[in-house]
């Protein structure tokens, strides 16, 4: 089946998840292993995480509800997850331009970045109105499937984050 893009409800909270489903161990980011249960295990557990060898001593228990469906399995925390943010506005008469701009900033940063902070993964940053407007829309979809940005959408209003695209 391969990777599968799903809202995960943990804790009655939203959470954005990628399953692999020919991946062998579960992995969760440290903001999502706060609301679970978690434990030390006696070793570090090292695995190959994007290219780079990750090490990891804490695991949760993960509970959580995709499409209706209760799920239950342990997962390992990854740690050390440093971001950039880049922050777009969508303000001018054309979301279009504004995308073509976004999106070519983005890439420059992304390609300057992963030379000098090769740790660090960049986000772009967009209103919620802008993901609805822009992202939803089919020119959206395509560089979201073709993963050619990685998205955390807020709420300027309420100052949340909505939710996270990697």
């Not at 399953?19 to 006696?42: E, G, K, M």
């Not at 000098?116 to 993901?131: G, H, K, N, S």
């Amino acid at each position: 089946m391969g990777r599968v893009r799903q809202m995960l409800k943990v804790d009655g909270r939203e959470c954005w998840t990628l399953f692999d489903t020919s991946a062998r161990n579960t992995y969760i980011v440290p903001v999502v292993a706060q609301v679970l249960t978690t434990s030390r295990i006696a070793r570090p557990f090292r695995s190959a995480i994007g290219g780079q060898v990750k090490e990891t001593n804490t695991t949760a228990l993960l509970e959580g509800e995709v499409e209706g469906h209760l799920i239950s399995t342990h997962a390992l925390v990854k740690e050390g997850h440093k971001i950039a943010v880049e922050v777009k506005s969508f303000v001018s008469p054309s979301e279009v331009e504004d995308l073509e701009t976004a999106v070519g900033q983005f890439i420059l940063y992304h390609d300057i970045m992963s030379r000098t902070e090769p740790d660090r993964v960049l986000y772009l940053a967009v209103r919620a109105a802008v993901f609805t407007s822009v992202f939803e829309e089919p020119i959206g979809q395509v560089l979201l499937e073709n993963q050619r940005v990685k998205l955390v959408v807020f709420d300027p209003q309420a100052e949340v984050i909505v939710k996270w695209i990697p």
